[in-house]
């Protein structure tokens, strides 16, 4: 059973006991990231999640690290477009640890600047390694080609330009104005107690500042095209359509089509291009919803002279799978996002982020039974509306070392 508690300055808490477990899952999830930006402290998100972690106003990075391994725990983080998190996972003993830690990166972080410089040539170099990463990069230029002048469309690692220019102030800047408990979740899963959580959570965030973070500057679908010509030994091709927002009656129908379409080795695009003529051995397609926006995409990687006639396919198999999915075709994709969701609640990890996202897009917590059903009412005729949908609209399109795909 999951619980929720509100924080008098308007933290929430919520939890789901696994009293099976050995363990305990926590994560405070801050409804914020790199789309929250402004496009001269691009990066800054990326960055902040990093510094906590170079020293407190209580730890040392060492003691950070060493007060969580010393139980044989571990914590971590990440920063999306619309979220950063910071998780730990320890035995069941040590849930105080790790909700005390986990507080004390983002209530005393000490920015300290000489970290602050020795940490952006990390982050520089992070860059570079995405950058040398043809399959991860191309994601950046289609979310560029997707969504152009826009937050949401700059990368989450920044540029070399604006990585240059972040100091202590933005950072400071940004816990002041991103960090509020209105904006925050504590989460946990696991062997716990619920009011224990809470207890610890009003003695270690309960100064978190009240209020909500200021609101992203709204996302608009511009469809255009984005060529890295460096040269690979593959092309690596994407293709991105508009699709519907987390909240979106169609984000259902939406989801099951990219299944259908390229979601595993069934999938339509996987026979089609790699079983039957074997352009691509990596092929597949996903969407991405926001909160008022999504993102449809392929992505591919092909032998360079096969990359126009690869990319023509795929549209043509798209374009199919919105005509004439089949009953099976839908049954089979509809197992494949049941069992997805249901497998990842197996663990206590799987719980506390399901458990988050569920309260930051839909204001509560959604049973996985509802979603199941939620997913169960969707018909054939909506899952091929929702793809055409989809493709009635305009492309966004980016590639890493790709000739001139003009052909396509």
Request: hydrophobic share 45%; aromatic share 6%.
């Amino acid at each position: 059973m999951s619980r929720i508690t509100t924080l008098a300055n308007g933290l929430r808490v919520v939890s789901r006991s696994m009293p099976h477990v050995e363990t305990v899952a926590v994560a405070l999830h801050a409804d914020t990231g790199a789309r929250y930006e402004a496009e001269a402290v691009n990066g800054v998100a990326h960055l902040f999640e990093h510094m906590v972690f170079k020293g407190t106003a209580t730890r040392s990075a060492r003691q950070i690290a060493e007060a969580i391994e010393d139980v044989g725990g571990s914590i971590n983080a990440y920063t999306a477009r619309d979220m950063t998190v910071f998780h730990a996972r320890l035995l069941k003993d040590d849930l105080a640890l790790g909700v005390e830690v986990i507080a004390d990166l983002v209530t005393h972080p000490r920015f300290d600047e000489a970290e602050i410089e020795r940490e952006k040539q990390v982050v520089l170099q992070e860059l570079g390694e995405a950058r040398d990463t043809p399959d991860d990069i191309v994601f950046d230029h289609l979310q560029e080609a997707a969504f152009p002048g826009q937050p949401l469309g700059r990368s989450i690692l920044g540029s070399d330009d604006s990585i240059a220019g972040l100091d202590k102030t933005a950072l400071t800047d940004w816990l002041t104005t991103q960090y509020r408990s209105g904006s925050c979740v504590l989460t946990a899963a696991g062997a716990l107690d619920h009011e224990a959580l809470v207890a610890l959570a009003e003695r270690w965030l309960g100064e978190l500042p009240s209020g909500t973070r200021p609101d992203a500057a709204a996302a608009s679908f511009d469809g255009s095209t984005r060529h890295d010509r460096r040269k690979f030994e593959q092309a690596h091709l994407t293709l991105g359509l508009a699709a519907p927002a987390h909240r979106a009656p169609d984000h259902d129908a939406a989801m099951l089509f990219a299944t259908a379409a390229g979601g595993g080795a069934s999938s339509r695009l996987f026979q089609e291009l790699r079983e039957d003529r074997g352009l691509a051995y990596s092929i597949y397609a996903s969407t991405t919803p926001y909160a008022d926006a999504g993102l449809f995409s392929v992505y591919m990687a092909t032998a360079k002279k096969d990359a126009a006639r690869a990319m023509a396919l795929a549209e043509n198999v798209l374009a199919a799978t919105a005509a004439e999915l089949s009953q099976a075709e839908l049954e089979r994709a509809r197992a494949q996002v049941r069992a997805g969701l249901l497998m990842s609640l197996e663990a206590p990890g799987g719980w506390s982020e399901y458990l988050a996202r569920s309260l930051m897009v839909h204001g509560r917590v959604v049973p996985p039974a509802e979603v199941v059903a939620r997913l169960d009412a969707v018909t054939v005729d909506a899952v091929r509306a929702a793809g055409a949908a989809m493709l009635a609209g305009p492309r966004a399109r980016a590639d890493v070392g790709a000739p001139s795909l003009k052909a396509a």
